[in-house]
């Protein structure tokens, strides 16, 4: 039928020359795409294209020869595959319907073969980004990090993040590999290490807002096993954490770890040089944005300690348990034991599988989360300040904790008298009914160094008063106490009234008059409601509130001659949400990222505290909120050494890293039930590795009414915490030692006074800590970190190396299941040697007893003891010496007046080593500075584990007469009258 059509084409003059309109231009330069050399192999690499595409081209290419048709050429005919051939000179006039038709078959196939193009191109597109997509999040579950950590996690806002979602996973939407920051240009060598520049990835940001495009890493080598890497915005200053750290001028020569990093999607490792092994290796999801930053990392081991202050159990919980860390006023309960308690400590410490540990400190204190991977790993989410983390070689746990308070300050050196017995109660509401509560103390024998008063002492709860109606009588207690060699301790909050019943009062007209309260938006006070009402705030990051503070502290003493000072309430605790006025409406008070539980409050950040954009000297509250006890502490203790010019108890409720270097901790009000008592041990041995070793829980519970056999057991325990103080709360029963049965008072009394005996050695383990930043109270596994049982044990503790506690904490109980690792044990009442160690052994226990062990291969300082420290003083001394498996055993003793300062810095004190090797024990005096040691006597030394009877035992060459001698040879012991004098002097003693 073409040629049929084509036969009717008329010839026409070559002159004018024929010109195809602007839409045959149009279809031509179309078609002429199919003319070209790509378009067979565009044909050929589609797998079946319809001839109808052929015949299109064919088509095509006889409408574009119009366009060239201004030469005079003839139609003849048309050939089978449809081609136009040209004979002769003459021209041919195109038939109008038939070039329509043409160049509408010309396009209907030039559209097709587009489509097929786009969809062939398409489909390989989604298969490339589909393996791209695969390749991306084929992440295995345990390692993947949480893209929606706020919660709320759904597809579409899982896509809209660019994350990967897989709905039966936890979580479900996860960062992608690749997400992140990348090196920008060369690794830079720096005095202390090298440095390294990253830019954001392309078409990357957080959901967070704000990204900082640019963040430098310093990579710093400080010694041979401390390493600091920090992360920061160069082009911005940002808040970091105002509290010293040592500083590091040169590279650490030969150190003990190693690290390497990642360029295209930046990561580093950090690694242990021998052994290797990796303990810190970056994941995916870095988030450097103003208020969300996030890191997170896969590290070696599910054994996990540390990052207070929770209710928990010792060894942490590694399957995606998320820890809040927020100074917040709310009592520890056990059954929400991720709430953000009232200290920050974003320490960890990891014990390896091989024994080995290492800790990371992240030096912060914005509010943030903590989730533990179950890969295992850690992901650090804060919402403020930079990445400051400090890593921690070990290899030891004790090493770590060393290490650690290296950095932060050792703990400091605590009087002697705040290691006896403390008493208190919220409710005596009267100086006659606390007179009375010590009198019962004294009438029943029961040792007691310190009564404190909670606040009913003052009056109208407000700061620096005492009721002149109802404790009209402190002064006088306060005298009679320091009569009896007894010390007196008070409770002050933070919050300073301002409408006092009292006009004028001098505490919030002083502050007012220097400047130093924490202030609004406007510049004045911010005002919240605590205790006495409506009550400002001391700033403590303001030097002059120190000023301040030693001021009133002064001014109150002269009216009570108070030895220490309690200070509460200072996370800072606010009744009301960020102040009387409310918080303006800022990104601080409402954060795009709430961390953890912050999240669950009806008022989130700002609940039951002040607003985050409360103004104090250093910083925005909202920086430096965590660090509000920890500042007041440091002032308080400030002021009471100026005051007092000699040691001094400061005990904090809040506290951040470095407050040990101030004082200690109470673990805050719990309640009087057995598994509070359980949840103490943790919390206790937690704060040890935190560097803050004085520390207890309140003895016998405070909320609600104990029972005779609860405080019996706690009593018991509480003899053993480093700070022994038993309180209660207001509106409950007594619960003071003195108040209970005969039978109960006997064994109350019976412990406390075995935690006297045992005070000398306590003291010369705090010695240690001040010295040489070792723990006092500690947990199984520092002393046998390869045997994996201990790595869990948070219901036994030991002091020091020497002595192992195993506690009843179950009601009724007529035994308890103790572990014993491998070593030579032994009672510590009778000596007699536990037998199959590196076991569980069932110990039958009565009321009236404690499970005891001493350690082959110690030997513990001991004292007798009377009802104060003042008195025990005074008392003989004694050693017990409990020998190991090849008949040795080491141990100290140190000595000073318990008060003065700087007593070890001044040279001021005496320190013996004691060591028994094989039938002799020789005490070679380290230093002989405390004149006070030439009047202590050394009147009994007991021997454990001796293999047979000694025949004879001389001191200092002289032979002790048979009568001063008594052998035990059921239990191998060996109990000797000795009479050394002068310990400032070496003693030798030896048996065979």
């Not at 073969?113 to 390989?124: S, T």
């Not at 999607?265 to 950090?270: A, E, G, N, R």
């Not at 989730?371 to 919402?383: Q, W």
């Not at 104060?868 to 017990?880: E, I, Q």
Request: with cysteine; hydrophobic share 35%.
């Amino acid at each position: 039928h073409h040629a049929a059509q084509l036969a009717d084409v008329r010839s026409f003059s070559a002159s004018p020359r024929l010109k195809p309109s602007a839409k045959t231009r149009t279809w031509t330069f179309c078609c002429r795409f199919l003319e070209s050399p790509g378009y067979p192999f565009i044909i050929s690499s589609l797998w079946t294209v319809p001839k109808l595409l052929s015949r299109v081209a064919s088509n095509c290419k006889n409408l574009s020869l119009l366009g060239k048709m201004g030469r005079t050429k003839q139609y003849n005919t048309l050939s089978d595959d449809d081609s136009i051939q040209f004979t002769g000179t003459s021209h041919s006039r195109w038939d109008k319907k038939e070039k329509r038709r043409r160049c509408c078959a010309c396009i209907m196939g030039s559209v097709i073969l587009l489509i097929l193009v786009g969809v062939v191109v398409a489909v390989v597109l989604v298969v490339i980004a589909e393996k791209i997509t695969k390749d991306k999040c084929s992440i295995d579950p345990s390692n993947r990090i949480n893209c929606i950590p706020e919660g709320g996690a759904s597809e579409d806002l899982c896509n809209e993040r660019g994350c990967c979602w897989v709905a039966s996973n936890t979580p479900q939407c996860f960062y992608p590999s690749g997400f992140g920051y990348e090196v920008n240009g060369s690794v830079k060598p720096t005095d202390y290490g090298f440095q390294v520049d990253l830019k954001l990835k392309s078409n990357q940001t957080s959901p967070y807002g704000n990204d900082s495009k640019n963040v430098r890493v310093d990579v710093m080598f400080e010694t041979q096993n401390r390493l600091r890497i920090k992360m920061y915005d160069p082009n911005s200053e940002r808040y970091e954490v105002p509290i010293a750290t040592p500083p590091v001028g040169s590279k650490a020569k030969n150190p003990n770890y190693d690290v390497t990093f990642e360029k295209d999607t930046f990561s580093f490792t950090v690694s242990r040089s021998t052994p290797k092994k990796n303990l810190f290796s970056m994941a995916e999801g870095l988030i450097f944005s103003d208020q969300f930053l996030q890191l997170a990392a896969f590290i070696p081991s599910h054994n996990i300690y540390g990052l207070g202050e929770h209710v928990t159990g010792l060894r942490l919980d590694t399957n995606r348990t998320v820890l809040t860390l927020f100074s917040r006023d709310i009592p520890p309960n056990p059954d929400f034991p991720s709430t953000n308690l009232y200290g920050v400590h974003p320490l960890y410490l990891c014990l390896e599988e091989d024994g080995n540990a290492h800790g990371v400190f992240l030096l912060n204190s914005n509010a943030m989360e903590i989730e533990l991977l179950p890969a295992p790993g850690i992901t650090y989410r804060t919402i403020g300040g930079i990445l400051d983390l400090y890593f921690l070689l070990g290899p030891s746990p004790e090493a770590v904790v060393q290490q650690y308070t290296e950095i932060v300050g050792h703990p400091f050196m605590p009087p002697y008298w705040s290691l006896g017995f403390h008493l208190c109660r919220w409710g005596y509401n009267s100086s006659e009914n606390t007179q009375a509560v010590v009198q019962r103390m004294r009438d029943k024998k029961i040792p007691q160094d310190t009564q404190w008063n909670d606040i009913d002492y003052m009056h109208d709860k407000l700061d620096f008063t005492y009721d002149n109606a109802t404790y009209a009588g402190l002064p006088d207690l306060v005298e009679d106490l320091h009569s009896n060699g007894q010390r007196y301790v008070i409770i002050i909050d933070p919050g300073i009234s301002n409408e006092a019943s009292e006009d004028p009062y001098p505490p919030f007209d002083d502050g007012v008059a220097l400047g130093i309260f924490i202030a609004n938006s406007s510049g004045d006070p911010i005002i919240g409601q605590v205790w006495p009402g409506t009550t400002a705030f001391p700033d403590f990051t303001n030097p002059l509130a120190e000023t301040y503070w030693e001021n009133e502290i002064r001014k109150f003493r002269s009216s009570v001659e108070f030895d220490g000072l309690w200070i509460d309430m200072n996370e800072p605790s606010n009744f009301v949400p960020g102040s009387l006025e409310g918080c303006p409406n800022s990104t601080y008070n409402s954060p795009p990222f709430l961390p953890g539980v912050i999240r669950t409050l009806n008022s989130g950040i700002i609940e039951k505290t002040l607003c985050m954009t409360a103004e104090q000297n250093v910083s925005t509250h909202y920086n430096v909120h965590s660090l509000y006890g920890h500042t007041e502490a440091n002032a308080t203790m400030r002021a009471l050494t100026q005051i007092l010019n000699k040691r001094s108890l400061v005990i904090s409720r809040s506290t951040y890293p470095g407050t040990g270097v101030h004082g200690g901790h109470w673990l805050g009000d719990n309640s009087a039930e057995w598994r509070h008592m359980v949840n103490s041990i943790p919390g206790i041995l937690d704060f040890s590795i935190f560097g803050i070793p004085l520390v207890g829980a309140d003895i016998c519970g405070f909320f609600g009414d104990t029972t005779e056999q609860l405080c019996t057991r706690w009593q018991q325990l509480g003899a053993f915490y480093p700070f022994s103080r038993n309180h209660n709360t207001i509106g409950t029963r007594d619960q003071d030692p003195a108040v209970w049965s005969n039978t109960t008072v006997d064994i109350m009394r019976d412990a406390l006074l075995l935690r006297y005996k045992l005070l000398p050695f306590l003291y010369t383990l705090f010695y240690s800590a001040h010295v040489d930043a070792t723990t006092v109270a500690r947990p199984l596994f520092f002393e046998f970190p390869t045997d994996n049982q201990t790595w869990g044990l948070d219901q036994q503790f030991m002091w020091g190396s020497a002595l192992l506690i195993t506690p009843v904490l179950t009601e009724n109980a007529s035994s308890v299941r103790a572990y014993f690792p491998k070593a030579r044990w032994f009672d510590l009442r009778n000596g007699s040697e536990v037998s199959g160690t590196g076991a569980h052994v069932t110990l039958e226990v009565t009321m009236e007893t404690i499970p005891l062990h001493v350690r082959g291969g110690s030997i513990i300082p001991m004292q007798e003891p009377s009802t104060t420290t003042n008195a025990s003083r005074g008392n003989p001394f004694s050693l017990l010496v409990a020998l190991n498996a090849t008949a040795g055993a080491c141990g100290q003793l140190f000595l000073d007046d318990g008060e003065s300062l700087d007593t070890i810095e001044n040279e001021h004190y005496t320190l013996l080593n004691i060591m028994a090797d094989k039938g002799t024990l020789t005490s070679t005096v380290e230093h002989s500075g405390y004149s006070g040691a030439t009047e202590a006597t050394l009147n009994n030394i007991l021997i454990y584990g001796l293999a047979a009877k000694p025949n004879s035992v001389s001191v200092n060459n002289a032979t002790l007469p048979a009568g001063d001698v008594t052998w035990n040879g059921s239990t191998k012991s060996l109990n000797t009258t000795v009479s050394i004098t002068n310990l400032n002097k070496p003693f030798t003693m030896s048996w065979k």
